[in-house]
């Protein structure tokens, strides 16, 4: 495990705190119209590495490309890099399984990436994946983490593992018109061929991430098993792929408080009925609006149109930046600034957060 120091990571209230990036990935992300992760197939295996690169350098190192969706809509890290410049909290990179390696230091919890969840096991090692990140979260001093993840496909394995818990089965998508028929579809071709009805999996979540998940689930659930019962504040920093860590959690007998922090853009999607899922869980939701369709930069009008929506923590940064009393403008400039270096600026004019791992 790493240490980053040279940044003073402070929740508003003045409590230490870290962001967990979860990065890892799922060949669920091949089937056809599931994902915007990436302008083709081969660019979204290298979405996650690249957006670990971006949290923590501010811009891709070993990637070949910056991640953008086949429209044109850069990755959310783009948001949450801007968010960090502004308020300099502390990351760690959690590998959960990457297609491709990363300059980002990461956490090494023995993952593998996930198979297609149409497969009769999706993640075979995910019992093994949840009680590593356990104890790991049982172990980081931080009084309050924020848990957020990468990973292309995972909204479809979401699906799967609320299907498998018995819960309410709703998803956003990283595309302006959710394809959710095409994900209840392959959601029961994945039941099928794992034999498990609906709900069959709601004693077990460790099973239901094995049959119908990706091994980000694992991690972030035992993450924030290990973390709550260690004391530790947790909040998720996502949306519906979030809330199914949510319901890992509960069915793993975590109580009490459980926050989610999202983006308007995940509440405002007609397909997905956020407000009644998080209730369900009894789960403490927290709905941030940008305002990014205020702003003529280039950087924002696709998310404004609904596209991406969430990813890589950038609904828990927002809230964050709100409660720190950061003004929304000074977010949006700070994202048009980092895009800006990302996509036109040389290397030489980039600013990345003063860190040095060990």
Do not use: W
């Not at 120091?5 to 705190?17: A, C, I, L, N, T």
């Not at 394809?179 to 039941?191: E, H, Q, T, W």
């Not at 995940?266 to 403490?284: C, G, I, Q, R």
């Amino acid at each position: 495990m790493y240490r980053e120091r040279g940044v003073e990571g402070r929740f508003p209230e003045g409590r230490p705190m870290r962001l967990l990036l979860a990065a890892g990935g799922t060949e669920t992300a091949a089937i056809e119209g599931i994902s915007a992760a990436g302008v083709d197939r081969e660019a979204m295996r290298h979405t996650p590495s690249a957006d670990a690169e971006i949290l923590v350098y501010g811009e891709v190192v070993r990637a070949p490309v910056v991640p953008v969706s086949p429209s044109g809509c850069p990755t959310p890290a783009v948001v949450t890099r801007a968010v960090r410049e502004l308020l300099a909290f502390e990351v760690s990179v959690v590998d959960t399984g990457l297609f491709a390696p990363t300059a980002a230091p990461t956490v090494d919890v023995g993952a593998s990436p996930g198979a297609d969840v149409r497969e009769p096991e999706a993640v075979p090692e995910a019992s093994a994946l949840f009680e590593r990140a356990r104890e790991l979260g049982r172990t980081l001093p931080e009084d309050r983490l924020v848990l957020a993840e990468t990973i292309p496909g995972g909204t479809t394995t979401a699906l799967g593992v609320l299907a498998a818990l018995g819960e309410r089965e709703t998803v956003s998508s990283s595309l302006p018109d959710n394809p959710i028929d095409r994900k209840r579809s392959v959601v029961a071709d994945g039941l099928a061929a794992s034999g498990l009805e609906r709900g069959g999996a709601a004693a077990d979540p460790e099973r239901a991430v094995r049959l119908m998940g990706d091994p980000v689930q694992a991690t972030l659930a035992g993450l924030a098993v290990g973390a709550t019962e260690a004391g530790t504040t947790v909040v998720l920093a996502g949306g519906t792929q979030l809330l199914a860590v949510a319901a890992l959690a509960r069915h793993a007998g975590v109580e009490g408080t459980l926050p989610l922090a999202t983006t308007a853009y995940v509440a405002a999607d007609p397909s997905v009925a956020l407000a009644d899922a998080a209730a369900d869980l009894d789960v403490d939701l927290t709905v941030t609006d940008p305002g990014f369709d205020d702003s003529d930069h280039p950087s924002m009008a696709r998310f404004a149109a609904g596209e991406a929506k969430e990813g890589v923590g950038m609904g828990g940064v927002l809230a964050l930046a709100e409660r720190a009393g950061v003004e929304a403008t000074a977010v949006r400039e700070g994202v048009g600034q980092v895009y800006d270096r990302l996509f036109d600026g040389p290397k030489s004019e980039r600013s990345p957060v003063d860190s040095d791992y060990s």
